[in-house]
Nanobody
Framework: QTQLVESGGGLVQAGGSLRLSCAAS????????MGWFRQAPGKEREFVGA????????VYADSVKGRFTISKDNAKNTLYLQMNSLKPEDTAVYFC?????????????????????WGQGTQVTVSS
């Protein structure tokens, strides 16, 4: 059973930076992708960015493109989200997620339904 544990959230001033981590364990498939989502109070969970683990290809939401960067450490089975130039509207609980794909079939990393395992979330608060 895949388990995901996020860390690194906190309080930061607008314009500042934070790096979130997501440690994964228990994975058995080699064809998977991992993503970051966020959920602000009263809003739906929204896609932030994702990475295909084997190839390293990434995709981002327009709202974070150029400010956030996803990376990974294969040896540590850890996913990262480097967040720069943070804005108050980035305030949310951030979740990492994992999903597997089948080669030859299309999949949508922006779709929550692709992901089968989720972390517990970490709070990010950006003050103005």
């Amino acid at each position: 059973q895949t388990q995901l544990v996020e860390s690194g959230g906190g309080l930061v001033q607008a314009g500042g930076s934070l790096r979130l981590s997501c440690a994964a364990s228990g994975r058995t498939s080699s064809s998977y992708a991992m993503g970051w989502f966020r959920q602000a109070p009263g809003k739906e969970r929204e896609f932030v960015g994702a990475i295909v683990w084997s190839g390293g290809g990434t995709v981002y939401a327009d709202s974070v493109k150029g400010r956030f960067t996803i990376s990974k450490d294969n040896a540590k089975n850890t996913l990262y989200l480097q967040m720069n130039s943070l804005k108050p509207e980035d305030t949310a609980v951030y979740f990492c997620a994992s999903g597997t794909y089948t080669a030859g079939y299309s999949f949508n990393l922006r779709d929550r339904r692709f992901y089968t395992h989720w972390g517990q979330g970490t709070q990010v608060t950006v003050s103005s």
